[in-house]
């Protein structure tokens, strides 16, 4: 199958900072690319569908000028947590979708202290 | 809302036996249907993709559609305490995924 990297694998930070998480496609491009965000022993939320070239079209209940989402190119989409609290740590998952299927990238540890 | 329910679990079935998944969903328009398997602390990794009705059969694994019913199913044969994981349900329309709350699988060896 496809394979789709994230970087970094684990991040811990203090509150108030921002992280910035990277999701590559690495033998495909992928026109569009998909945000989850996985809190312990629940399911997959979607929080945001990227497309590339123009703006992020996001879940509702998501905060746009929080989870501010850049996907400059057809291999790389990029989340960017601002101004993060303790609430914000969970799992962040991308995955990217050639025609049909969606395939997972490994995930972001986020912890925010 | 599109809703994706599945038996949370745990179910426990022995190395051998056959372990056998259900998931139910709301949106009839739902074109794609996918189960994922997911380790603890890892992302998911898609195991079966269906399409049209019927069974499809990949190694160990078959999965099961019936849109009248709006049901999917995933049958693991011979069940290996590797495949102890959740499996999540997931099922797809206008190029997004609905995923069901995953059930837990343990394989007693």
């Known amino acids: 199958g496809a394979v789709v990297s994230q970087h970094p694998s684990r991040v811990i930070c203090k509150s108030g900072t921002s992280v910035k998480i990277e999701c590559r496609s690495l033998?495909?491009?992928?026109?569009?690319m998909f945000w989850y965000r996985q809190f312990p022993k629940k399911s997959l939320m979607l929080m945001a569908t990227?497309?590339?070239?123009?703006?992020?079209?996001?879940e509702q209940g998501v905060e746009k000028d929080k989870f501010l989402i850049n996907h400059a190119s057809l291999t790389l989409s990029t989340l960017t947590v601002t101004s993060a609290h303790p609430e914000d740590s969970s799992f962040y998952i991308c995955?990217?979708?050639?025609?049909?299927?969606?395939?997972f990238g490994p995930g972001t540890r986020l912890t925010v202290l | 809302q599109k809703e994706v329910e599945q038996n949370s679990g745990p179910l426990s079935v022995p190395e051998g036996a056959i372990a056998s998944l259900n998931c139910t969903y709301s949106?009839?328009?739902?074109?794609?249907f996918f189960w994922y398997r997911q380790y603890s602390g890892k992302s998911p990794e898609l195991i079966m993709s269906i399409y049209s009705n019927g069974d499809k059969e990949d190694g160990r694994f078959t999965a099961q559609l019936n849109k009248a019913s709006q049901y999917v199913s995933l049958l693991i044969r011979d069940s290996q305490p590797s495949d102890s994981a959740t499996y999540l349900c997931?099922?797809?329309?206008?190029?997004?995924?609905?995923f069901g709350a995953g059930t837990t699988v343990t394989v007693r060896a």
């Open positions: 033998d495909f491009q992928a026109t569009t």
């Open positions: 995955s990217a979708s050639p025609p049909n299927e969606q395939f």
């Open positions: 990227s497309n590339e070239g123009s703006k992020a079209t996001y």
């Open positions: 949106d009839r328009v739902s074109q794609s």
């Open positions: 997931a099922v797809g329309s206008d190029y997004k995924l609905s």
